[in-house]
């Protein structure tokens, strides 16, 4: 089963929670970033609460270890159950992430190449793969890898092996569900879902990846 993963980047507080309320019968995890928690507060989390599904803190933290530390430790006593992080700080960095979010019983996924246009400028060449090592080499629970490129994904699972890939782009970003679906974990998927008219109709429509 491949997970479908709500990128919840809907800036009024009550709009979010109505949206993360209709969509929860068909996702499998919330992602929250900083849309909506420098907009609503990190007590946002607890709004979501009743939900019960798993909330991921996409804060891509990239500090130096002790700041990673301080950042991780806040996004883990706030509730979330995971966070992704940057690996091109460096391993030392990285796994800080991963070692506060295994305390907690929670999951750490690094950034291994991002989907936008940009992201080729400075992930292509190389970089990718090694941040999926590091990735590996740090014992994070997984990755982020673009839907836009599918022939990126499968590189990358080569690296990863049975590590959890997921991946955003999906719809808005040009990303098609089907393919992508079928290359990794979970799905991550924002406007496509939340600009719809009615947001729960699309989720459900889009967890067909579900089955
Ligand atoms: O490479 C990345 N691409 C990306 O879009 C890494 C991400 N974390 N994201 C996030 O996924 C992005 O910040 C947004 O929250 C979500 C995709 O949203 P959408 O394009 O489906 O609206």
Redesign the pocket.
Known sequence: MTELIL?L?VLDRKEAVKVAESCAPFIDAI?I?YPLVLSSGLSIVEDLADLALPLIA?F?VADIPNTNRLICEAVFSAGFDAV?AHGFVGADAARTCVEVAHRHSGAAYI?AE???PG?TEFFHGGVAENLAELAVSCRADGI?A?ATRPDRISRLREIVGSKAIYS??????GGDLDTVARLVDGV?????IYEAENPGAEAERFSRIRR
């Open positions: 990128s980047d992602k970033g996409d891509k992704i950034v991002m989907s936008h992201a982020i673009p955003p782009g999906v719809g808005a970003q991550i998927v924002g406007r496509s």
